[in-house]
């Protein structure tokens, strides 16, 4: 079974900080997505991640992919309070046992305080 | 980008009723559709996938005969969940995807509520 994990499940910052949301998974895959989702709503798609060493940056967030170690990073730089929303990792289970689908990590609830 | 348009985007019905979820790719065609449910504060769980022109694929533990899905289009994939009851109430999200690409897009999402 293809297992996506991802850590803090929580995390709770301070406005100016810097920190790193971590996505771990359990087969082999060059496809990673980050997600925001703000309650009650869909799925806001923020990086595509297509290959092993990938980078991709928008204003204070950068995600990295390391297929190797199977780890992909979101990393928040000088936090700001709209950033305080639910992000997903989510993997692209190519492989046709895995059903070609994605796979989502349960979700890091981030809450930036003033 | 792409656009997924789903609806209704909010439902609330009477246990036992059927309702209907629209979900359509407004400017692409999707060979594939996806339909997600979502727990409050839980991550998006597979529910079915759906190629145009053939039957859905469930996943474990999903009831074929209470979440019926048709993809008679390229176009429009719908989930109708059949004699629904309290514990059906959830976020419903779809996601469309064309052949030969991985992306998934998502739509709004709809909120039932049985009562």
């Known amino acids: 079974e293809l297992k996506v994990e991802q850590n803090p499940l929580f995390l709770s910052m301070q406005e100016g900080k810097n920190y790193t949301i971590y996505c771990n998974y359990s087969t082999t895959s060059d496809r990673l997505y980050w997600y925001r989702q703000d309650p009650g709503k869909s799925l806001e798609s923020l990086f595509v991640?297509?290959?092993?060493?990938a980078v991709k940056q928008e204003g204070r967030l950068m995600a990295s992919l390391d297929t190797k170690a199977r780890l992909s990073t979101l990393h928040i730089t000088a936090a700001v309070h709209d950033l305080s929303a639910t992000y997903f990792c989510?993997?692209?289970?190519?492989?046709?046992?895995?059903?070609?689908?994605?796979?989502f990590g349960a979700g890091t609830i981030l809450r930036v305080k003033s | 980008g792409a656009v997924v348009s789903q609806h209704p985007s909010r439902v609330i019905c009477k246990s036992g009723t059927s309702v209907k979820i629209e979900c359509r790719s407004l400017d692409f065609q999707a060979t594939t559709m996806f339909w997600y449910r979502q727990f409050p504060k839980q991550s998006l769980m597979l529910m079915a996938t759906?190629?145009?022109?053939?039957?859905?694929?469930?996943e474990q533990g999903v009831e074929k005969d209470k979440f019926l899905i048709n993809h008679a289009s390229l176009t429009l994939s719908t989930l109708t969940v059949t004699s629904a009851h309290p514990e059906d109430s959830s976020f419903y999200i779809c996601?469309?995807?064309?052949?030969?690409?991985?992306?998934?897009?998502f739509g709004a999402g709809t909120r039932l509520s049985v009562l």
């Open positions: 996601s469309a995807r064309v052949a030969g690409v991985s992306i998934q897009y």
């Open positions: 991640l297509l290959s092993n060493g």
């Open positions: 989510a993997v692209d289970a190519r492989k046709l046992e895995y059903g070609n689908k994605l796979v």
């Open positions: 759906s190629n145009e022109g053939s039957k859905a694929t469930y």
